[in-house]
């Protein structure tokens, strides 16, 4: 039998992330390896095979799965690769600045690696885990900016990040406690209807909450994008969506044939609503480039949730493929605010005039903000449409509000597009320079916004896999 | 006089330790006696994990080792209470690393001040 190499796909990134934290001192000989892995995290989701993979090899005995599983099908391999890709054009965009090199790419690849655990594993624990190194990796990538404000925003991140995983650790304490399990697939058959099982549930929604940035969680999160470099923010926000769109489908997989299901339905409907709603509002108030992505992340999150949270299989795998479009479209924003913010800080209203210093980024920046607000044939039209199409049925008010805040939400992306490309500059620019690779990566991106566009029926497909709750 | 089995009592108490960590996360303003109550909070999941296998709470799922089943607690939350105290102290070091980063330009403890946001 072909041995199966799916752990590598976590073990590898913690294995060099271990490596290169020794190699602190040779600054050149980091920037060269960082180059090479970034090519092997591409090729790193194919390596796996399909299927459970039990470790130690205690596989199932009597029915019950002993120890911790992975599971791996063509949808989580999608999902991995838009997580490789995206972390990997944000390694090389890193490398063309001057700071701590070592430490950010250390940190980065803890973070891959936890988060292709919480979506391969088949096991809560292990997803506790997980969940608690990326909230470490993520405070981390804030502190390497090295301001005052991101050692105060990573700090608040983990005082709520401790209260949040405790609160969820306990709602696995319940869990444990009428299953028995550990194991996803065996605590759905074991699980009983009962008032303890609605506390533990409530408790996993909190953690979700905390680390996904939905309300009341929302402040911190945001805090968090905007002190963090361009791309930092641009894997962050990556992160906390995926994170998001693994822990969902697993509290709907674990819940979903009991009584009080159709009540947390709602709960996880009103929370993505009031996060949709917040997200606009406030992204339409800022006038810091960087916040306003980062709202509009929150407010993306809150169509994501909507979607997985009706649980009828299409909505799902609208929901799903919403997370995988606007995680590429916000990381090149992303991308985009980072070139800006080199010029002249990420004020909008310092800002202006910049189209005929940077034609050709303010041209990728706006199919970015096609694809964000929904404009075919961009990816984000395509998720979008299938959203509010399977919802409209059944919440014909929510679909309205749906409609209404993406038309928010080209109100506020085109605020921020004129008043920095279009607008009258107040001043003149001495010197206009920004780091080209994050121009090549913004072009990338913008690119393959248009492909999952242009291509969703295949991804939409393979995505399929993973609705079959 | 109120009897209480050994395993109420010892929901009782990490209910109360999870209320006083809660109490001092949210109300109390300085941060190293913040993450002090971080960890009374964190104590008091342990001590439910701990608590939920002894006396055979939990529904043991291995047919094949009857024997074994019969006679001991639940080992499995053992375990996972082992590795939430080395995430939890490797979370709390990094929160104590950042406070003294934050002492030494404010020179107060004091989270109203340290964690304003501007």
Known sequence: MAMNLLPVIVLFPITMALILNLLHENEKLVKYLTYILSLILIFLPFIGSFGYYYFGGHGVINGYTTGIAYFYNVGKQVLLLILSFIVSISLITGMGEKFKNNMFVVLTLMGYAGISAIILSDDLFNLYVFFEIVSMVQAGLVFLSGTEESYKAGLRYLLIGVVAGSLMLLGITIIIAITGSLNISDIKYYILDSPLAYVGSILLIIGLAYSSGIPPFHNIKVDLYSRAKGFISAVLQTYSKFIFVALSIIIIKIFSGLSFFSSLKGILIALSVISMVFGTVLAILEDDYKRLLAYSSISHLGFVGIGIALSSPLAILAGIFHAINSVVFKSGLFLSAYIVSNIRGPKLLNLGGLIKYIPFTAFFTLLLIFSAVGVPPFGGYVSKLLLIREIMPQFPEIAGLMILISVGSFVYLMKAFYLIFLAPNKEDYNDIRYPKVAYYSLVILSLLSLILGIFSNIILNKLFTLVKI | ?118
């Open chain 2, 1 to 118: 006089m109120i009897v209480m089995d050994f395993q109420t009592a010892s929901f009782l108490t990490a209910g109360i330790l999870i209320v006083i960590g809660l109490y001092g996360v949210f109300f109390v303003d300085n941060i190293i006696k913040k993450i002090i109550a971080l960890e009374i909070l964190g104590s008091g999941v342990n001590l439910t994990l701990i608590s939920i296998c002894y006396n055979k709470y939990i529904p043991i799922k291995l047919p094949n080792m009857v024997n074994f089943a019969q006679y001991s607690a639940y080992p499995l939350t053992q375990a996972l209470v082992l590795t939430n105290i080395v995430i939890e102290a490797s979370m709390l070091a990094i929160m104590l690393g950042v406070s003294i980063i934050l002492y030494k330009k404010y020179k107060t403890l004091k989270c109203s001040v340290i964690l304003k946001e501007d």
